[in-house]
Each structure stands twice: as structure tokens, then as C-alpha cells.
């Protein structure tokens, strides 16, 4: 029977990140794994992967559109779908053996298979129990569906299904309008594919700053998504391969029907906890099935602790590894802390979107004073260089105070960023510090500049 002081339960961003924190701050530690390779759901089907297809369909795009702009004339580029995939697989193998040589240069023991916690202070894997002074979940979590939908990820589809289709369909429907499914929309829109998404709600990304998701709903129209809003998804009936999809427009009451070569079924993510025996060891879940924990990460069984996706929050492989990092350090009696306020959330989306802190709805919701600063990166001359001025950089400030409340981006390298204004809403900046601080010439960056300026005086370029 092996000891540790910490085994922790799930390879993704947030087990990973944590194992090796907790290695560097001289904990013996394992890290349990049932995939072949580590990294979780991010690095082999989720987001590393969608990246991959994401930067190359945008590629093809660029060689259609706006290579012959700039004078480089060549033939019409074609799509080598199986060699695509390989050159995805690529990406994917460097990520997952990286993390393998980070293991091994912490000393972390990569314990394989499918752990259980039969009781406090013991994982079981197989007939192996090894014991630990604490454990982590970090299990992340999986795709959920709707009822009256098979998944088979072949016909229809969950992103791990999308990310590794034999062709490039005719036609895709996506149910759901949130990250995920515009994604990957956007992906198969670029390779070809007549792509109709359609979300319960009226707007696409539930949550954003309305702004953005009116420029970000008109871009992706422009780029020929299509979009059925208000409609409630009854069934998906496969026959010979090809999809039926039911739903209901529900302000109408009015029944329809639309046929797929391939269905993205895209309703969000749920916690990946079934298999760990939580209900006989008394692990306290919530209503929604995620791990309850207190300020410090700990479950209601001493000794066990949970981040990530198994817990509340953002289902985000950024706030799983922060999360993973301060439990790692609570563990070694450090003062280990997450600020929940300044957690950035991206769309990979071509125009990127990018936000952080509080929404104009948010801050109208709670009567707060604020002020707007905005700029358009129409006024930019690298993004009119280009050929990626659609979208702006919106800033929200106290209208007292002038601190910085949040920041929403839509435009080229959004992802990128967001991350200036996290660092200034980190130390409490005022947007005119932002506005004060010389941004090099010509950048994207100018434009959070820009409207950092416009929160007082007014932009310069505008």
C-alpha cells in the first residue's frame, strides 16, 4: 500500500497544476489518471484540440478572403481533412508529453486507472488502495444533453464527437449558443458546411455584456451562421445516418423540423463525479451535482478536498488550475486565494470575445454609478492593416472613484487583451492609469488604451 501526502484525482488543468504546486512545496505527491494520456478533457478533447482546428479553418479563411488583397496570389486553397486531424493530433500529443515531463521532473507519480475514495485518506484504483493525508478531486467535468437526444458521436455529436468527424459535413445544426457550439460552429462554417445553430434563450451567450453579444450575434451572421433563437428542442431522430431535429419556436408555440448530415448537441457541461463513491464516503453535493466546498476547498468529509469543474463557479480550465494552485498552498500552510472577481472568460471565435468583472446589466441590476469608455477598432490602424477592425474595446469605471469594474472586448487578439485590463483591475487601477500608460505603436493594444482614455476626456482616435 503506497502513501503520499496528497494524491489527487484527475489529470486536467486543474489536477495537473495542482500536483505540480503541491510537489514544488515538498509534498510526496500522485496524481490519478484513466486516459492514456494526461491532461483531461482540455488537452485531448477539448480545448487544445478546438484551437487547433480553430487557427487553421481561420487560416483557410484568410488564404479566400484576403490573401490576394494584400498581393499574394495563389491557388485556391483546398481542405485536407484527414491531414487536419493529424496536424490537430500533433498539438495534442506535444501538450499531453509535456505534461508527462513535468511529472517526472517534480517527482510526481503518475498513478493510472480509475480512482474511488472508499474512505478518508484512501484512493482505490483497481484492487490498489493507496492512502494519502489529503485528497483533491479534480475530476472536471463532462458533456450534459437534453432529454429525447442519443448522443453517439458519430450523428450526433458532443464537442468530443465534433473535434474528430470522417468528413466535413453538408450541414451541421448546433443546439446551443454558447461557447462550445460557436466554437466549433464557426470552425465547420469556415471549412464549408452550412451551419444553423439554435438556442432556447434570445441571445446567444447567456451572461454577456448585451453590447457584445448584439456585434458578436451580427459578425457571426455576416459569416454565414445561421441562427433560430427561442426554440425548445424536443427530439433528434436518426435514420440512414442523416438527423431530424424537433423543435418548438416557444413564443409561437409552433412546431419545425430541420435535417442535419451531423448534430452538435453544445448544452453546457456537468460535473464529473459519478465512479468516485461520494454518496457512501458523505461528500455534500448541491442541487446542481457539484461538490460543495468552503472557502478552502474542503468537502464535508475531513481530509478530502475539490477543484475545477467539480465544484461551483465557471466551468474554466483557468479558474480550475488558480483553484489548484491555492489549494495546493493551503495544504502546505501557505494562504492560498482565488479572486473570483477577476477571472477572465474568452470566446476563440474569429473575431475573438473577451471579458472580465462586471456587465453593464450586472451593474445597472445592483443601481451601481458607473461609467462606459468605448473604442472602436475601426480606429486602429494594425487591426484596418489587417483586415480585422470589426469589434471594440468597452471599459466600465466607477463614475465616483474611476476603478475599473469590468471590460468587454470583441476584436482581433481579444483573448490576449483582456488580460492588461485583469492586471489593472488586480491591483485596483483607475481607467485613467490605463489611460496614462504609454501603449506601444501600432498595436491591437491601443484600443484599451483608447477607451481606457474615453472613460475621462474622450479617445483620441474617435
Known amino acids: 500500500m503506497a502513501s503520499y501526502d496528497v494524491i489527487v484525482i484527475g489529470s486536467g488543468p486543474g489536477g495537473y497544476v495542482s500536483a505540480i504546486r503541491c510537489a514544488q512545496l515538498g509534498l510526496k505527491t500522485a496524481c490519478v489518471e484513466g486516459r492514456d494520456t494526461l491532461g483531461g478533457t482540455c488537452l485531448n478533447v477539448g480545448c487544445i484540440p478546438s484551437k487547433a482546428l480553430l487557427h487553421a479553418s481561420h487560416q483557410l479563411h484568410e488564404a479566400q478572403h484576403n490573401f490576394a488583397k494584400m498581393g499574394l496570389i495563389a491557388d485556391e486553397p483546398k481542405v485536407d481533412w484527414a491531414r487536419m486531424q493529424g496536424y490537430k493530433t500533433e498539438v495534442i500529443d506535444g501538450n499531453t508529453k509535456g505534461i508527462e515531463f513535468l511529472f517526472k521532473k517534480n517527482k510526481i507519480e503518475w498513478l493510472k486507472g480509475w480512482g474511488s475514495i472508499p474512505t478518508a485518506g484512501q484512493v482505490k484504483i483497481g484492487d490498489d488502495i493507496h492512502k494519502a493525508k489529503y485528497i483533491i478531486i479534480a475530476s472536471g467535468s463532462k458533456p ?3 432529454p ?3 448522443i453517439d458521436e458519430k450523428t450526433v455529436v458532443t464537442s468530443t464527437g465534433a473535434l474528430a468527424l470522417d468528413k466535413i459535413p453538408s450541414k451541421m445544426v448546433v443546439i446551443g449558443a454558447g461557447v462550445i457550439g460557436l466554437e466549433l460552429g464557426s470552425v465547420y462554417a469556415r471549412l464549408g458546411a452550412e451551419v444553423e445553430v439554435i438556442e432556447f434563450l434570445d441571445d446567444i451567450t447567456p451572461g454577456m455584456d448585451g453590447e457584445v453579444q448584439k456585434t458578436f450575434l451580427r459578425i457571426l451572421k455576416k459569416q454565414g451562421l445561421k441562427f433560430t433563437m427561442g426554440a425548445a428542442v424536443q427530439s433528434v431522430v436518426v435514420k440512414k445516418g442523416k438527423a431530424t431535429v424537433s423543435y418548438i419556436k416557444r413564443k409561437k408555440d409552433t412546431t419545425h423540423e430541420v435535417d442535419a448530415d451531423v448534430v452538435l448537441v453544445a448544452t453546457g457541461r456537468r460535473p464529473n463525479v459519478d465512479g468516485l463513491g461520494l454518496d457512501a464516503l458523505g461528500v455534500t453535493l448541491t442541487a446542481r451535482g457539484q461538490i460543495q466546498t468552503d472557502a478552502h ?3 464535508s468529509v475531513p481530509g478530502v478536498y475539490a477543484i475545477g469543474d467539480a465544484i461551483t463557479g465557471p466551468m474554466l480550465a483557468h479558474k480550475a488550475e ?6 495546493a498552498e493551503i495544504l502546505a500552510g501557505q494562504a492560498g486565494h482565488v479572486n473570483y472577481d477577476v477571472i477572465p472568460g474568452v470566446i476563440y471565435t474569429h473575431p475573438e470575445v473577451a471579458t472580465v468583472g462586471k456587465t453593464e446589466e450586472q451593474l445597472k441590476e445592483a443601481g451601481r454609478a458607473y461609467k462606459t469608455g468605448k473604442f472602436s ?5 494594425r ?3 489587417n483586415f480585422a477592425s470589426d469589434g471594440f474595446v468597452k471599459i466600465l469605471a466607477d463614475a465616483e472613484t474611476d476603478r475599473i469594474l469590468g471590460a468587454h472586448i ?10 492588461e485590463v485583469c492586471v489593472a483591475m488586480e491591483f485596483g487601477a483607475a481607467a485613467e492609469d490605463l489611460a496614462r500608460t504609454c501603449h506601444a505603436h501600432p498595436t491591437y493594444s491601443e484600443a484599451v488604451r483608447e477607451a481606457a482614455l474615453d472613460c ?3 479617445a483620441i482616435h474617435s
Open 456 to 458: 475621462g476626456n474622450g
Open 322 to 327: 488558480d483553484e489548484g494552485m491555492a489549494v
Open 148 to 150: 429525447g437526444i442519443e
Open 383 to 385: 487591426a484596418k492593416a
Open 297 to 299: 476547498y474542503a468537502t
Open 410 to 419: 470583441i476584436g482581433p487578439m481579444a483573448g490576449d487583451l483582456i488580460h
Open 144 to 146: 450534459s444533453s437534453l
Open 377 to 381: 477598432f475601426m480606429g486602429n490602424g
